[in-house]
């Protein structure tokens, strides 16, 4: 049964910090690998979508990256500004005709002015 | 382009009632799935549907229905709620089962 754990559970850093957020898995025959965000009281937006097949995906200040081998994704998040603040969610979707998302229960951070 | 629209956006049930959670999409998306995110927890799929008339059962089909008679609309059924289902619930659609899930604002469920 495929888990996944996010580290830290809760993140402060003052504003223009750069920043990581940790996504582990624990079945690596994995499809694909989306972040999302999910503001309070809001639905989840995603970030960034990576194919098994690719190391990393880029939008602009937020950089995410996919070690299948060893079951780590990374979301590096550059600059951050206040309006960042959210909890951010990783999701991995198994292989073959699996088509569930299986979710981290997020991270919640805090970037301060 | 709305995107993926619920309704309603908060609703409070008592033990036995039934209601149904409304959920429409205008990406022409052929995937549709229900979670229902807990406190503290992931979130979970109840039902998901692969294009009109086909659904299955995800990882918490217990207690619930649903139905996919359009390729726009999924409506999730909770027939007798029970206060283990308060929850949030999201509906979510993608084009293809490998593409980016686009999901809606969220119903609110109290049952009391």
């Known amino acids: 049964k495929q888990e996944v754990t996010q580290i830290p559970a809760a993140l402060s850093v003052p504003e223009g910090e750069n920043l990581v957020l940790n996504c582990s898995f624990t079945?690596?025959?994995?499809?694909?690998l989306q972040w999302f965000r999910q503001d309070p009281g809001k639905g989840l937006t995603s970030l960034l979508l990576i194919q098994s097949s690719q190391r990393e995906q880029t939008s602009g200040r937020l950089n995410a990256s996919l070690d299948k081998s060893s079951g780590r994704s990374t979301l590096y998040i550059a600059a951050s500004q206040p309006g960042d603040s959210a909890t951010y969610l990783c999701a991995v979707r198994g292989g073959g005709s699996n088509y569930k998302l299986t979710f981290g229960k997020g991270t919640l951070l805090t970037v301060n002015p | 382009n709305a995107g993926v629209t619920q309704t309603p956006k908060f609703r409070i049930l008592k033990i036995g009632q039934s209601m149904t959670l409304q959920c429409t999409q205008d990406?022409?998306?052929?995937?549709m799935y229900w979670y229902r995110q807990d406190p503290g927890m992931g979130l979970k799929l109840i039902y998901y549907?692969?294009?009109?008339?086909?659904?299955d059962k995800g990882e918490v089909p217990n207690g619930y229905n649903v139905s996919r008679s359009t390729t726009e609309d999924f409506p999730l059924r909770l027939e007798l709620a029970a206060p283990s289902q308060t929850s949030v619930y999201f509906c979510a659609s993608s084009y293809g089962v490998a593409d980016t899930q686009y999901f809606g604002p969220g119903t609110r469920l109290t049952v009391l």
């Open positions: 990406m022409n998306h052929n995937y």
């Open positions: 079945d690596s025959a994995i499809y694909n």
């Open positions: 549907s692969v294009g009109a008339g086909i659904t």
